[in-house]
């Protein structure tokens, strides 16, 4: 009796290099690089692979240092006012102290917007 199972292969380097190509592929023909002259054709690559590169780079050297931070301000957002409030005045500049977030801010702005006169009623 044969086994019904469907048989994976273990990703070996033939079927790595079957993704590569099939992936070089599709962007010779989304871009038409398969136009190009050679001299064309070799200026695409290097900037393709030096910005993909630069970019891989960057993704993943800064990858640690994102994450931490949305895990952070996730933290801050979601245990309460007292995290939020510094979050918050920390993206508004040092001499706008009106609009600081403490509790007199707040108070004497609403205060000062309450007691404002409504210029749209006749």
Same mark, same amino acid.
């Given at each position: 009796?044969?086994?019904?199972?469907?048989?994976?292969?273990?990703?070996?380097?033939?079927?790595?290099?079957?993704?590569?190509?099939?992936?070089?592929?599709?962007?010779?023909?989304?871009?038409?690089?398969?136009?190009?002259?050679?001299?064309?054709?070799?200026?695409?690559?290097?900037?393709?692979?030096?910005?993909? %590169?630069?970019? /891989?780079?960057?993704?993943? !050297?800064?990858?640690? +240092?994102?994450?931490? $931070?949305? &895990?952070?301000?996730?933290? #801050?957002?979601?245990?309460?006012?007292? %995290?939020?409030? /510094?979050?918050?005045?920390? !993206?508004?500049?040092? +001499?706008?102290?009106? $609009?600081? &977030?403490?509790?007199?801010? #707040?108070?004497?702005?609403?205060?000062?917007?309450?007691?404002?006169?409504?210029?749209?009623?006749?």
């Amino acid at each position: 009796m044969s086994s019904s199972k469907p048989q994976t292969k273990p990703l070996t380097l033939e079927g790595l290099v079957r993704w590569a190509r099939l992936k070089k592929y599709r962007i010779e023909v989304t871009y038409g690089v398969y136009v190009y002259t050679p001299v064309e054709k070799a200026i695409f690559w290097t900037i393709f692979c030096f910005l993909f %590169g630069v970019i /891989s780079f960057a993704a993943l !050297l800064y990858t640690k +240092r994102n994450v931490s $931070l949305l &895990l952070k301000y996730a933290y #801050i957002y979601v245990n309460g006012s007292s %995290g939020a409030t /510094s979050a918050v005045s920390n !993206l508004l500049p040092r +001499r706008h102290t009106a $609009l600081s &977030l403490s509790g007199n801010g #707040i108070k004497s702005l609403a205060e000062t917007m309450g007691g404002a006169t409504n210029s749209q009623v006749p």
